[in-house]
């Protein structure tokens, strides 16, 4: 009876399996029919999903090969979401004004009333959410082509690559995607799937369009997450934030199926990964800044290059060692400020002619992309994402969140460990934001739990990566908080047990620093009658601040102990600045960036304790750390004042018992 019943649903399955089959093939030409055999039941069913409710008029399976790119490349010309450029392989892409940035307001999370969000996002009832996005999509693609995609978040081969499904009708989004990840077949894809057990799927629609060819709609625009079964939905949008879903929508999903499936095991980051030749050695870091906030800029001072946004850590059992892979090939970079004598490296890719670039939203004049920052002069006229523009009217060349996309391996210092399964083993943890006034240049955490809580109380204001960014201060724990749908207790329990993971050997545990590179002159004392203000450093000294941190976790320099961590003495420092950038460090400039305000730091320490005590299920030792941080700090206020020179701490170390 049971073997009856059996095969009765196994027929029923054959049946809808076929059913769905017959529906796709009739939306496809021969070519693609070939292609669809190849995609496993896992794989019809979303693609026919998506099919029957955005209703598109033919469907192309695109397996990343030549043929098909050049598809893709030649549709998105035709369709205008690109233009060429005047040199060969470069094209620029057009947001609309209103769709310059990831979209906070509407971007939610799909999950059922007793899964619990993280308290800085926003959450809407699955099935609400559901119905809601889908009353929004239906026959979205009505007379368009859909394009299904096979992408691998991760090297290929990588046991901690996430298989992704990628359904749009955008040849704009298709052609970033190809030099942003790995692009699989769809056999390939399929037993990935199988041995993985999971998958992301996306669904897109850049929804109808103007005359401009911008999304017409963005009263409807949406960025639905579902938590529960890992699928997004994006619509009426292009801006590659929200579009692009295997970058951070799916890096949403990996950060919950870590925390489900993989706890203590698996970090999904907000970091970039790069590494510096030291002696006989490379040291890796992985990175954590907010967008917009340097950390392209500080990816690319590493003479070997893995990644610039994101970064996969996990613990290797065999080595002991903690290591990280870049779940992208490419780099979606902010193009702003970027120029000749600050990023060389990155310019020769721009203005080269060997290398595929997609630029967006900024200025074009007689087929040359411009930007804000890029050094000389810029056109009297030209054309933006608003329109044509001209030198008179006052208003930037370019948007601030501009961008460039190219693949990694066309930078000078790209390492081709980005393409190993194995990843790189990491040395340092960076947490880090733009702080004008608060934290030194650069603090080393005494243990990890400090390293945990360093990157959970960054604070930094707002950039143009975000609508309706005013540079306001806000919460940026991890740099990730954007991008981790779990509570914030979880998490960083999450984290704290990474640490402890017993499979870590001894002395392969990275150090964790916070950093700081954005204090300003008015934030450390009274500015001079006449003086501007300003960063107190410049953007090449980033290349000095990421080799001290490197000879501080090897423990090649001595450090000064201060109540929230070491920070680096002015000799060293001094040395370095004459070696790398051939510079004169001055001692008062040291001073400024060094010391411990403490008032500030209080003040810090005590809005984290308060902010954090709100989180229901925070580990005890989280708050034993700032309040530790507290009482040390109060006493050092106590005992020499406002301000605290590392000369000073220095001696109170002295005058104490040593550490």
Not at 189 to 215: P, W
Not at 575 to 589: H, N, P, R, W
Request: aromatic share 10%.
């Amino acid at each position: 009876m049971n073997e009856e019943k059996n095969t009765t649903v196994h027929d029923a399955d054959i049946s809808r399996l076929e059913m769905m089959r017959t529906y796709l093939v009739s939306l496809m030409d021969d070519a693609n029919c070939e292609k669809l055999a190849h995609c496993s039941p896992d794989i019809i069913e979303p693609i026919y999903n998506g099919s029957t409710r955005m209703s598109p008029a033919s469907i192309f399976i695109n397996d990343g090969s030549a043929e098909d790119m050049a598809y893709i490349r030649k549709k998105a010309l035709e369709a205008g979401e690109e233009f060429r450029l005047n040199r060969a392989d470069h094209t620029c892409h057009f947001d609309g004004p209103g769709d310059q940035g990831r979209d906070t307001e509407n971007t939610k999370y799909l999950a059922y009333t007793d899964t619990k969000i993280s308290s800085l996002q926003k959450k809407i009832e699955h099935r609400a959410g559901v119905v809601e996005v889908r009353n929004i999509i239906t026959d979205i693609m009505d007379s368009k082509e859909m394009i299904v995609s096979f992408i691998s978040r991760g090297p290929i081969g990588s046991a901690v690559s996430d298989p992704t499904l990628q359904v749009t009708d955008s040849y704009y989004v298709i052609h970033s995607e190809y030099i942003l990840y790995r692009m699989m077949d769809p056999l390939s894809f399929s037993r990935d799937i199988a041995e993985k057990g999971y998958m992301f799927i996306n669904y897109h629609s850049a929804g109808e369009l103007t005359k401009s060819n911008v999304s017409a709609n963005l009263d409807k625009r949406r960025i639905y997450m579902d938590v529960e079964r890992f699928r997004s939905y994006s619509c009426n949008n292009q801006y590659a934030g929200n579009s692009i879903a295997p970058k951070k929508i799916n890096h949403r999903f990996a950060n919950m199926n870590n925390i489900r499936n993989h706890f203590g095991e698996r970090l999904d980051e907000h970091m970039f990964i790069t590494g510096f030749d030291m002696e006989d050695e490379v040291i890796y870091f992985a990175g954590a800044y907010p967008s917009g906030c340097g950390k392209t800029g500080t990816a690319m001072t590493g003479t070997h290059l893995v990644g610039d946004d994101l970064a996969k850590i996990f613990v290797d059992r065999l080595s002991g060692e903690v290591r990280a892979v870049n779940p992208e090939r490419g780099m979606f970079g902010i193009i702003d400020g970027v120029n000749l004598e600050d990023d060389p490296e990155t310019m020769a890719v721009l203005a080269g002619r060997d290398s595929e670039v997609i630029f967006s939203n900024l200025l074009v004049s007689d087929g040359k992309p411009c930007w804000n920052g890029m050094g000389g002069d810029l056109p009297e006229t030209g054309r933006n994402f608003e329109g044509e523009w001209t030198a008179k009217s006052g208003k930037p060349a370019s948007h601030k969140n501009a961008r460039f996309t190219i693949s990694l391996d066309a930078l000078v210092n790209y390492d081709s460990s980005c393409e190993s399964p194995e990843g790189v083993k990491l040395s340092g943890l960076l947490y880090g934001g733009r702080d004008y006034t608060t934290m030194p240049t650069i603090v080393m955490a005494h243990d990890w739990v400090s390293s945990v809580v360093h990157g959970a109380i960054i604070r930094s204001a707002t950039t143009a990566t975000e609508i309706g960014a005013d540079g306001s201060e806000k919460r940026s724990p991890f740099a990730n908080e954007a991008f981790f749908p779990a509570p914030l207790a979880h998490y960083i329990k999450h984290y704290m047990a990474f640490g402890k993971n017993s499979n870590i050997a001894d002395g392969n545990l990275p150090s964790g620093f916070q950093v700081n590179y954005w204090l300003h002159k008015s934030g450390r004392g009274t500015l001079a009658e006449g003086e501007k203000d300003g960063l107190i450093g410049e953007k090449r000294d980033t290349k000095v601040w990421m080799r001290i941190m490197a000879l501080m976790h090897k423990r090649a320099v001595e450090s000064i102990w201060t109540p929230i961590g070491r920070i680096p003495k002015y000799q060293d420092l001094k040395k370095l600045f004459a070696e790398v950038i051939d510079k004169e460090y001055d001692k008062g400039v040291y001073m400024k960036q060094f010391s411990l305000y403490t008032d500030n730091l209080i003040e810090r320490v005590d809005m984290s304790i308060n902010e954090f005590a709100k989180e229901k299920g925070m580990p005890d030792e989280f708050f034993h750390t700032l309040d530790t941080w507290h009482r040390d700090l109060a006493a050092l206020r106590a005992t020499i004042g406002p301000i605290v020179t590392p000369d000073q701490m220095i001696e109170y170390v002295a005058a104490n018992q040593p550490r």
